[in-house]
């Protein structure tokens, strides 16, 4: 199965800071890579897909990159309604495989 | 409204079984690729089956062999068959869908979840 690691697990900002989370892919997985949000007592919400694609009605502060089997969330100026966990998937290979989680918190 | 609303969830004994559904609303259900997730209480996302299209089905080893996923097109339902269930199936299941008209696999809709408790 392919591991996907994250970090950090969690996360204090500040409203309007940038905030970055990482995801790493035990092996190569192409494009193949999806972010959720999850907030409290919420199901999970798809952010984006295939690694930069913004899914519809998603905030532009919202971004994502790679670099090989690292993938990258960011957001651009922390908002308070951002409070939630985040979770990378990927979907190369099946088992389809979710990170940990990130819990972001404001500061 | 486009939506899916999972039932079935509640307590049951270790070995014992359970059968959850996912009625799904204001889209065409037979088009989509149907998948159950799933989530310990305050802890993160488990894949745990996957049904395409055509019938074909997906499972991660943890349930191979336990768990089922069907689904009725007739009735825009997605059903797990979930047997021999053990404690460390406790959790709360989502139902969720994959668009097929895209190579890409993104899960675009979720329902609420039903919880899953096995204890004796």
């Known amino acids: 199965d392919i591991q996907m690691t994250q970090s950090p697990s969690s996360l204090s900002a500040s409203v309007g800071d940038r905030v970055v989370i990482t995801c790493q892919a035990s092996?190569?997985?192409?494009?193949?890579l999806n972010w959720y949000q999850q907030k409290p007592g919420k199901a999970p919400n798809l952010l984006i897909y295939?690694?930069?694609i913004l899914q519809r009605g998603v905030p532009s502060r919202f971004s994502g990159s790679a670099s090989g089997t690292d993938f990258t969330l960011t957001i651009s100026s922390l908002q308070p309604e951002d409070i939630a966990t985040y979770y990378c998937?990927?979907?190369?290979?099946?088992?389809?495989?979710f990170g940990q989680g990130t819990k972001l918190e404001i500061k | 409204e486009v939506q899916l609303v999972e039932s079935g969830g509640g307590l049951v004994r270790p070995g014992g079984s359970l059968r959850l559904s996912c009625a799904a609303s204001?889209?065409?259900?037979?088009?989509?690729?149907m998948y159950w997730v799933r989530q310990v209480t305050g802890k993160g996302l488990e894949w745990v089956s996957g049904?395409?299209?055509?019938?074909?089905?997906y499972y991660p080893g943890s349930v191979k062999g336990r768990f089922t996923i069907s689904r009725e097109n007739a009735e825009n339902s997605l059903y797990l068959q979930m047997n021999s269930l053990r404690a460390d199936d406790t959790a709360v299941y989502y139902c969720?869908?994959?668009?097929?008209?895209?190579?890409?696999?993104?899960?675009?809709?979720w329902g609420r979840g039903t919880l899953v408790t096995v204890s004796s």
């Open positions: 969720t869908r994959a668009p097929t008209t895209v190579p890409s696999r993104y899960f675009d809709l």
């Open positions: 204001g889209f065409t259900f037979s088009t989509y690729d």
């Open positions: 049904i395409g299209t055509s019938g074909a089905t």
């Open positions: 092996q190569d997985i192409n494009t193949h």
């Open positions: 295939d690694i930069s």
């Open positions: 998937q990927q979907y190369d290979n099946i088992p389809y495989t």
